[in-house]
């Protein structure tokens, strides 16, 4: 039998059907919707309902209120079941922020997955790919990269955009990293960055509905738990802390988590180098 | 030169998957290039600059997955046609199968897991020296869940992996938790600062359980299996894990668990201790270790670690367990009402060897009368028969007299139920005391296998358990906890508190 042990708090009511299956994840749409019902080893998100075990018909979701069917049986949720995924709030201390990101960066370069765009902190790794299609992959998205980072935000995002392998590009990924950096200081810096966000958003949308849905979630500042795990560590007085956050986040999908953690990364870093408006010219490193 | 290509659509693969299916595709003779992507306009860009983009390919969406492939042979097209059609249905079974596709070889599990720096073996003893020395030429480290290795194997194995920088844990290693994964029998616990390395795996799972309970976490936690540390392989492993945690910036704090080594491994061991920078908790059951903090249970010596990896008082520690000592007397006090006529011995029945040791060892100074074990420990004489109980018996249910064609207990419950019905039938039964280890690789369902059988044993016999493991694990630690409860069972949070209070109850009774 079926528990369902914790439900994301950004989960839009209606029937939803089976998109796509993995081991540890089933993603559902509903329109425009997602929600994806996944084992506690994936973890807490704000479209995540966390089961035990994972349903392995495949029947539907069906989210009214505080009932929720999966595979056609009823769950009732409480209130402690619900997590919660808009960040705290958060202190700016531009030393330690500094200090954490070096330490992150440092992991990533040694942990992130060979396929992921950790070439974009460590170049060596460009090696990792082969010459031809792939290589002319990451040769395009360093450009949206750099192009993003330069103030370029228009050509730098549609570079990027449904760029590279998998259920959701790494490009999309990254961008999603981006919006969620960009919610991270808003709150650190007590800064408006919503209209740079909005523009970002506009222009990555594209015909992917998964992406789109996560590009949405991040526009708006919900986090997955990992995300925010990084977000408060990158933030507070641990380095040990962010060195797990790190290791968690690298761990998210197969590359997923790492093309994230990228576009956050380069935007705090940004951020820092380039007095808190990450997207101008100088601010990429 | 020519480029051909496949449209498939309602499927989907992980980026990784993708890379690598491209990566074999591209290795493939006659390929120049390929690669495997989702539709999007932005893609079919990077494929128009790659030279994979074909007709084919104008009218696909972004949910439409795309195969092209350069050749250099035109005449090769419907032979690699073929093998893209083969490789994509092979994935897909891979992707929505039930989680089991199994790797007929090394070289077939690599080709899943390229980048995999680790080999778990568990295959036949006789076959797995073989595979090992394949994964250490290839230079990966080893886990090796097999037993019946030879020593000499054993021995040869762990030279080499010494010489090349690399582990070799086991054989007949049940457990280890390695950046964060839990392998073989091993619970779901934090990361943390805590580093590991336990010739014995229940030992493992007791102490990294504990901590996890106690709020801390575990950096790494390395398992040697309990020949490493006996005199013929000399503690190869065991020293090596030590130095490795000693070297790892993630350790701060280090726990060593054994059953007792070989005199000169113990002394090697200790003298790395002896120098160390950071502090070492060493419990090596039925002998000392260096240091001060000596450590009297698995269950101090987790509480230990974690109190110093939190730079807290061992002080604080011990009067804990001073404090928890006296409510378990009075705890006794109230259970030993239950015990009438000749009910006065513990029967211990243990799905781990190293509990069984332990109460052997806390319980030998405890109680009255004679004490027998099927795998004796200290002064605890040799039971001679381990179907029967005499006395007070501690039964090992993982020696190979149960578990010869039959999985391990804790798996199968079977043989262990019928056993406490048995026990709490016997007139002279006071006590049985039980670990109840959960985790993966662990029996899934026990507590609808064991609800039963405790509530009918703890109307006859006070039944007192352990449980090791986390709210984490696929069992959830509270839930067994309530269930035994809720079925008359006494339950505490370690094997040394178990057997405390078995020892309490019938050192009382005047029979």
Redesign the interface.
């Given at each position: 039998m079926m528990e369902l042990l914790t439900i994301g708090d950004s989960i839009v009511d209606g029937a939803y059907e089976e998109h796509s299956r993995f081991e540890q994840v089933i993603n559902y749409v509903n329109r425009d919707h997602l929600l994806s019902v996944v084992t506690a080893s994936v973890g807490d998100g704000p479209v995540n309902i966390v089961v035990r075990p994972l349903p392995a018909g495949a029947g539907g979701v069906v989210v009214a209120g505080e009932r929720v069917t999966v595979d056609g049986q009823v769950c009732e949720v409480t209130h402690e079941q619900v997590y919660r995924s808009l960040l705290d709030d958060t202190d700016w201390h531009t030393d330690i922020l500094q200090k954490n990101l070096s330490r992150f960066c440092q992991v990533f370069k040694e942990e992130a997955h060979p396929a992921s765009l950790a070439f974009l902190l460590d170049p060596k790794r460009i090696s990792a790919f082969k010459p031809g299609f792939q290589q002319k992959l990451c040769e395009q998205i360093s450009a949206g990269v750099t192009e993003l980072f330069a103030g370029q935000v228009r050509p730098g995002v549609q570079k990027l955009k449904g760029c590279g392998l998998g259920l959701t590009p790494s490009g999309d990924d990254f961008i999603i990293g981006v919006l969620l950096g960009l919610n991270a200081l808003e709150l650190g810096l007590n800064e408006d960055y919503g209209a740079v966000m909005e523009t970002i958003y506009c222009l990555a949308r594209g015909g992917n509905l998964l992406s789109n849905a996560l590009l949405t979630l991040a526009r708006n500042g919900r986090f997955y738990h990992d995300q925010k795990q990084l977000v408060e560590a990158l933030f507070g007085q641990s380095e040990a802390r962010v060195a797990h956050a790190a290791q968690a986040i690298l761990g998210h999908g197969e590359t997923s988590g790492a093309d994230t953690a990228s576009g956050l990364y380069l935007t705090l870093h940004s951020a820092i180098f380039s007095r808190h408006r990450p997207f101008c010219a100088g601010g990429h490193l | 030169m020519s480029v051909i290509g496949r449209i498939r659509q309602g499927i989907?693969?992980?980026?990784?998957?993708?890379?690598n299916m491209?990566?074999e595709l591209?290795g493939m003779e006659g390929v120049?290039?390929?690669?495997?992507?989702?539709g999007?306009?932005?893609?079919k860009?990077?494929?128009q600059?790659?030279g994979?983009l074909i007709d084919l390919f104008a009218d696909t969406?972004?949910?439409d997955l795309l195969i092209?492939v350069?050749l250099d042979d035109p005449s090769k097209e419907e032979q690699i046609l073929e093998a893209v059609d083969v490789l994509l249905s092979k994935r897909k079974e891979v992707?929505?199968g039930d989680?089991t596709f199994l790797p007929q070889s090394l070289d077939g599990a690599l080709t899943v897991l390229p980048?995999a720096n680790l080999v778990l073996i568990s295959i036949a003893g006789r076959y797995a020296a073989f595979e090992a020395q394949k994964a250490l030429d290839q230079g990966r480290h080893v886990m090796m869940f097999s037993d019946n290795v030879s020593i000499e194997d054993e021995v040869a194995l762990k030279i080499v992996a010494r010489e090349k920088g690399l582990l070799v844990m086991g054989p007949d290693c049940g457990t280890a938790i390695i950046?964060?994964v839990p392998l073989a029998f091993a619970n779901v616990v934090r990361?943390g600062?805590i580093g590991i390395v336990a010739a014995s795996g229940t030992g493992l799972q007791e102490v990294s359980c504990l901590i996890h309970n106690a709020g801390a976490g575990i950096s790494q936690a390395i398992g040697t299996g309990g020949r490493d540390v006996k005199k013929q392989v000399g503690g190869i492993m065991f020293i090596e894990g030590l130095k490795a945690l000693l070297d790892d910036a993630?350790t701060e704090t280090v726990l060593l668990v054994s059953k007792p080594p070989d005199a000169d491994v113990l002394a090697a061991v200790n003298a790395i201790v002896a120098s160390s920078s950071k502090p070492v908790v060493s419990m090596f059951l039925g002998a000392s270790g260096a240091g001060d903090n000596n450590p009297q249970s698995l269950e101090e010596a987790a509480l230990m670690s974690v109190a110093l990896a939190q730079k807290k008082s061992l002080d604080d520690v011990r009067s804990e367990l001073k404090q928890r000592d006296e409510v378990l007397l009075a705890q006794a006090e109230e259970l030993r009402n239950k015990c009438t006529g000749k009910q006065q011995y513990i029967r211990g029945l243990f799905s781990g060897g190293t509990f069984c040791t332990e109460a052997q060892l806390i319980l030998e100074d405890m109680v009255k009368g004679d004490m027998y074990a099927n795998a004796p420990a200290g002064r605890v004489q040799s039971l001679e028969d381990a179907m029967h109980s005499v006395a007070h018996t501690f039964v090992d249910l993982g020696e190979d007299e149960f578990t010869v064609g039959r999985p391990h207990p804790m798996i199968d419950y079977t043989l262990r139920n019928k056993r406490i019905a048995d026990e709490a039938d016997d007139a002279e039964t006071a006590v049985i005391l039980l670990d109840i280890v959960l985790g993966y690789g662990s029996n899934m369902n026990l507590v609808e296998e064991l609800k039963d059988v405790i509530t009918d044993a703890a109307r006859k016999v006070v039944v007192v358990c352990s449980v090791t493991g986390t709210d984490?694990d696929?069992q959830n630690r509270g839930a067994v906890i309530s269930m035994l409860r809720k079925s008359g069972a006494v339950v505490l949070p370690s094997n040394a508190a178990a057997c405390l209070l078995a020892g309490y109850v019938v050192s009382g009774l005047s029979v």
């Open positions: - | 989907y693969f992980d980026s990784v998957t993708l890379m491209g990566r591209s120049v290039d390929a690669a495997i992507v989702m999007t306009h932005e893609n860009a990077i494929l600059a790659a994979l969406s972004d949910s092209g350069k992707s929505e989680n980048d950046n964060g990361r600062k993630e984490m696929p």
